[in-house]
């Protein structure tokens, strides 16, 4: 399972493969974070295990690499789910259904 997310609105971009693979494992687990584990997380989150690869774009790109990196590494398509991490409150994972909805998990159970 390969998951984009968005630390901090754009601050940076990860590719993570959580260290389970299955939904309902990964739902238990971002939901049982309590604020002290998240604390911890948010100064980083590679804390939440599984591997994680920074995706950037490196100095200097060229127009096409920067139409690549956009179009594709950013693409929220061409990955099983995204997520963003900031604070506890506003941290969630999404994971697109066939129908065209989204099942959102929130880090902590946290529904708002």
């Known amino acids: 399972m390969r998951i984009l997310i968005d630390e901090e609105f754009g601050y ?6 959580p260290h389970v693979n299955q939904k309902c494992a990964l739902r238990e687990f971002v939901e049982n974070i309590d604020s002290h584990q998240f604390s911890d997380i ?21 127009d096409e690499e920067v139409d690549h990196f956009y179009a594709s590494v950013l693409n929220r398509k061409n990955y ?26 929130h880090f902590g159970g946290n529904d708002e």
């Open 12 to 17: 940076r971009h990860w590719e993570w493969i």
């Open 42 to 62: 948010y100064h980083d989150i590679t804390l939440l295990g599984g591997m994680w690869r920074e995706l950037r774009l490196r100095e200097n790109a060229t």
């Open 80 to 105: 099983d789910a995204c997520g963003h991490i900031h604070q506890m409150s506003d941290s969630y994972l999404c994971f697109p259904q066939p129908d065209g909805e989204v099942e959102w998990i």
